[in-house]
């Protein structure tokens, strides 16, 4: 499966941004789909994940209550909903695949390409 992540930029603090993951190849309702981001000089991190129902979703802590995955199946797309960002969220953020409910940057297998957030305060 191919993933492409868009809906990145440029926002100021306690502002939204809509991710989108769009995939293309294989069955797309077989894949968990995780969002990941990695700020400069850091490791990459989980986010969040969502089952390839979307009945099952879970969150990093420090996201928890901001942040909602969610996914259209009839467009095989994947959706991070980002709400009040902090100048601390800024990083790249990636979407990645994988037919198993993983948490692990390692136990995903496909990955895209990654979509610059920029919050300033």
């Known amino acids: 499966v191919q993933l492409q992540a868009f809906g990145g930029g440029l926002v100021q603090a306690g502002d939204s941004l809509r991710l989108s993951c769009a995939a293309s190849?294989?069955?797309?309702?077989?894949?968990?789909i995780g969002w990941f981001r990695q700020a400069p000089g850091k490791e990459r991190k989980f986010l969040a994940r969502?089952?390839?129902?979307?009945?099952?979703?879970s969150y990093v802590d420090s996201v928890k209550g901001r942040f909602t995955i969610s996914r259209d199946n009839a467009k095989n797309t994947v959706y991070l909903q980002m709400n009040s960002l902090k100048p601390e969220d800024t990083a790249v953020y990636y979407c990645?695949?994988?037919?198993?409910?993983?948490?692990?940057?390692?136990?995903?297998?496909?990955w895209g390409q990654g979509t610059q957030v920029t919050v300033s305060s």
């Open positions: 190849g294989g069955t797309f309702s077989s894949y968990v």
């Open positions: 969502i089952s390839g129902g979307g009945g099952s979703t």
């Open positions: 990645a695949a994988d037919q198993r409910w993983a948490i692990g940057t390692m136990q995903y297998t496909y």
